[in-house]
């Protein structure tokens, strides 16, 4: 594929309900990373994968949030019971080998808008 | 813990002008990375830095990695409209961890 792709585009969910957020990267590349932007802030960090295994979970904000990559391509980031506080873009950005010296492709994001 | 800092948030210039954005670490840092981010788009990876006191340019963006690898700029001659955006820095701090991205510096172009 030509870039990273990321779907749904927008997302209304209801106070409470679960949402699914899906990733596909660039095909091969090792690394995925997801990221939460709020209006108006830079990419906050929430997990890193690389390829099917999950290294880093560290800025998954609460339990709620959860995100996997079972055969180390395609990534999803499930959130339950969201609240409005969830609300912001989520990016998600592929490398081709692991984190360090490597540039990020990002995807044009999730925007999710919980009411 | 880790924070990375970007001045200023906002900067309206002339078409012409020159415009920096700076950015300062908490802590050393073994990388930075700049990206910018067209409004209603995501983020577009620019450069990244490694060596201290490294300078790298492209065309009419001047990047730089200080001394002590916790600050960096970036510096554009002669701003175009085309220059619009929001554009970030994103530091390491080892080389297995995340990184941290600043808040970022909107820029604004005044025809």
């Known amino acids: 594929g030509a870039g990273v792709s990321q779907s749904p585009r927008y997302k209304v969910a209801k106070r409470g309900q679960d949402v699914a957020l899906r990733c596909d990267p660039i095909s091969g590349h090792v690394s995925l990373f997801w990221y939460q932007q709020a209006l108006g802030q830079g990419p906050e960090f929430l997990t890193y994968?690389?390829?099917?295994?999950?290294?880093?979970k560290s800025g998954l904000p609460s339990d709620r949030f959860f995100a996997e990559r079972p055969e180390g391509s395609v990534s999803t980031l499930k959130i339950q019971r969201t609240q409005q506080e969830d609300s912001a873009v989520y990016l998600c950005?592929?490398?081709?080998?692991?984190?360090?010296?490597?540039?990020?492709?990002f995807g044009p994001g999730t925007r999710l808008t919980v009411l | 813990g880790q924070q990375v800092m970007q001045i200023p948030q906002y900067q309206h210039v002339q078409e012409g002008e020159d415009f920096t954005t700076y950015c300062n670490s908490s802590t050393t840092l073994s990388n930075i990375q700049w990206y910018k981010q067209r409004p209603g788009g995501h983020p577009v990876f620019l450069i990244q830095l490694v060596k201290s006191g490294e300078v790298k340019k492209q065309k009419r963006l001047t990047f730089q990695f200080g001394e002590a690898k916790k600050n960096s700029s970036l510096h554009i001659t002669a701003t175009q409209t085309t220059d619009v955006g929001t554009y970030f820095c994103?530091?390491?701090?080892?080389?297995?961890?995340?990184?941290?991205f600043g808040k970022g510096t909107r820029l604004h172009i005044l025809p």
């Open positions: 994103a530091g390491q701090m080892n080389r297995d961890d995340k990184i941290i």
């Open positions: 950005a592929s490398s081709l080998v692991q984190i360090i010296y490597n540039e990020q492709f």
């Open positions: 994968f690389q390829n099917e295994a999950q290294l880093d």
